[in-house]
Each structure stands twice: as C-alpha cells, then as structure tokens.
C-alpha cells in the first residue's frame, strides 16, 4: 500500500539553525499538508500546498516557515532560524484532490528538537 | 470558535467492553467530521467519518453517533480489543468553505486490557 514517508525521523538542532524537513508523498497525490504536535498537546495545521502553491495555511506560519516542491517526488518543509518553541513533531500529509473531504494520508513525523 | 473539544484524555477499557470518546464544536461551518487513529511511532490514519446529514454512522465495531443540535459528536468502539489501544483524535473540516485544514482535538489515549 503506497504511504507517505517522511526524512529524517529525528532531528536534533541549534536555536537559530535553519532546518529542512523532507517528505515524499503518496505519487498519484495533489495536495500536500504540514502539521505539528507539540509534545502533549494536538497536531495542529500548518500549511496546504497545490498547484506550486500554498492554498491555505494558519497564523504558526508565519514568514519562519517556507514549503517547497523541488522535484517531482519531495515536499520539503524548511524553517529559518529556529525557536525552542519549534520543538514538536512535524506531520506530512497528502490527499488526492479528489474533494474537499478526501482523506490525508499522514506520513510517520518528524521529531524536531531545538536546543 | 475554530476549536474542538475531546474528552476523555485517557480511558481504559477491559477487553470486550465499550469505548466511548466524545467530542464537541462551536463552529458551525464544520460540516465533515473525521476519527483519526494513531499508533505508537505512526502518523494518524482515518478511521471513519461522518457528516451532519446523518445521526450514526457504522464500520464494523466502529460507531460514529452526531448530535447536530448540541453540536457534539462521539466515537463507540465495540468489544474493544487490546489492538484497539491507540490514541484517537477527533476533527473536522468546513467543507462547504473548500478549506481543507483538519482542526483536530486533543486525543485520548485507548488501552484495552487484556
């Protein structure tokens, strides 16, 4: 069954280091979603990307954050100069466009630390 | 307004017996309503879902009941079973607006014990 995967599982970086989270989504997907959970709390939205560009996204990202699709097959999430507060894990997903409601596939996460 | 709200945080459940998670909204623009499972290590993976038109909707021990009017939906698994214990989370989407960000709950925490 195709899934979403997502590199690396764990990251371990320096407040104000830049990071770049990377996903493959599912092939044949259309759109593709960021999400966060801080430790203990509730994955929360980031960001929707489709057609090269984002669609949506909610008031975290803000101009720290930037996506990107550079190839045919990645979805990259990078963040500028990171926070303590960016410590969560981060979600890929992606849908197939075939509704508003189609479902999100979610990949395993990747667990950011910032120290 | 944009918020879901879930309870239990936890729950514990002997193996055979019901599990009852419940969730309510403010926002009446939600109109889809999904459960996501979440296993140790693994993203979330829709489990069934249910829009406003109906009052229950079943998948096998699986049992989404919605109350439009009081604005709260609830999750029943059936004979739960120790591969049950996972974490749920309950969402929703505004799908009418053509958003497709999932505003999720904050989860509870499943074990069925043997």
Redesign the interface.
């Known amino acids: 069954e195709p899934e979403?995967t997502q590199t690396p599982s764990h990251q371990v970086t320096q407040m104000g280091q830049e990071v770049i989270l990377r996903c493959v989504p599912i092939s044949n997907h259309l759109?593709f979603?960021w999400?966060r959970q801080i430790l203990g709390?509730?994955?929360?939205?980031l960001v929707?990307f489709y057609n090269n560009e984002i669609?949506?996204k909610?008031e975290i990202f803000d101009d720290q954050f930037s996506v990107e699709r550079p190839d045919g097959s990645n979805f990259t999430l990078k963040i500028r100069s990171t926070k303590l507060e960016d410590s969560a894990m981060y979600?890929c997903?992606s849908?197939d466009g075939a509704g508003?409601?189609d479902?999100?596939?979610?990949?395993?996460?990747t667990r950011l630390t910032v120290l | 307004q944009q918020q879901v709200k879930q309870s239990p945080q936890s729950l514990i459940v002997q193996k055979g017996g019901i599990s009852i998670i419940n969730c309510a909204y403010e926002n009446t623009a939600f109109d889809?309503f999904?459960w996501?499972q979440q296993f140790p290590?693994?993203?979330?993976?829709?489990l069934i879902?249910i829009r406003p038109d109906v009052s229950e909707k079943k998948e096998g021990r699986f049992t989404i009941s919605f109350n439009k009017s009081a604005k709260q939906f609830s999750l029943h698994i059936m004979d739960s079973q120790p591969g049950d214990s996972a974490t749920y989370?309950c969402a929703a989407?505004p799908?009418d607006t053509?958003?497709?960000?999932?505003?999720?709950?904050?989860?509870t925490r499943l074990q069925v014990q043997p």
């Open positions: 979403v759109y979603y999400y709390q509730k994955v929360e939205f929707s669609s949506e909610s979600f997903a849908s508003t409601t479902t999100q596939y979610f990949g395993p996460g | 889809y999904p996501y290590g693994k993203g979330p993976a829709l879902a989370f989407i799908e053509g958003r497709r960000a999932l505003t999720f709950g904050s989860g």
